[in-house]
């Protein structure tokens, strides 16, 4: 009776270690996808598993575009919590094209087709001083749908600083177009 | 040695029990927001915790909207893999006002002001037959943002179903605006 107990109580201690060791890793552990040099991979899956922080529709004659810009689980909460992002936590922007109809709802437009997928891993302790991949507190990566797992931006200051600059204010994000950030609703 | 050896086994049969356990009801477990007549509460959190299936962009000249429809995890997956969705999956259809302005990216849209939410529990069962919310295969409720926590939907056929049957023939879904239900990514 008493090794059954102590099996429980073991059992326990485990389930609980586990646990808050999976939930601490999984949440902002972006240095997964990234090797020892600072290259950085776009993560698998995230469309399953990352939260969305909000949309942006952006309206071009030459073709209107939807971006989603996911983050790594978690990373809205512990935001509205610290008043910034955690270090490890990563966001993907994806870009769409879009098609549109008129629905019940009125005139619909919802995204359909690959472009691109900017990525971002927040850095706090300036991990790679000589990648220029990696400045103001960030990792900074692309992909493109014609080849969607290979990472093609060369550097910050000439591939995203540019577009990035008007947000630099609130960490280099354009946060008031991600709802959760405020409200988990 | 064996002893702690058995402690490990049981350990481990321990964690993969609760951990398959966990997955299989936190993924859809929506009837937790049902009660025994069948009324719906909205989920708490669902930004910080549900999946993305897509979003909608609404162009009216008397007043733009983003729509961002969310699903109870997993939902995506068990759809991908079964090609439909699962008994308990919950959907929240959130939809919100727009602010724009002319950013780095182009001509920017995105969400600012809840408007009011759908919420869907897909229900293989007709778990209520007498209850008017609950037909077709779904529960069905409607929140505004003035009582955010007031289920204000009456019936099915007089709230729901005009605005639902042109995707009567993809289980009342429109699908279509759904990239992760092909691919996770």
Known sequence: MTSRISFVILALVVVGYLSVNSQT?????????????????????????????????????????????????GAA??????????????MVKEIMKTDHAQMTTGDAHWASGDIQW???????????????????????????????DKQVATAFKTDCMSC?????????????GYPVLKSAK
């Open 25 to 73: 890793t999984g949440t902002f552990n972006g240095f997964q996808y990234v090797d020892k040099t600072g290259n950085i991979r776009k993560p698998a899956d995230f469309r399953d598993h990352y939260e969305l922080l909000g949309t942006w529709w952006v309206a071009d004659p030459t073709g209107n575009q939807m971006h989603m810009t996911y983050a790594s689980p």
């Open 77 to 90: 909460e512990y935001y509205r919590k610290n008043g910034k992002f955690a270090d490890g936590t990563v």
């Open 118 to 148: 900017f990525v971002m891993v927040k850095d706090d302790k300036n991990r790679f001083p000589n990648n220029p991949l990696w400045d103001k507190g960030w990792g900074w990566a692309l992909f493109k749908a014609d080849a969607p």
């Open 164 to 176: 990035h600059i008007p947000a630099q204010s609130t960490d280099w994000v354009y946060v008031q």
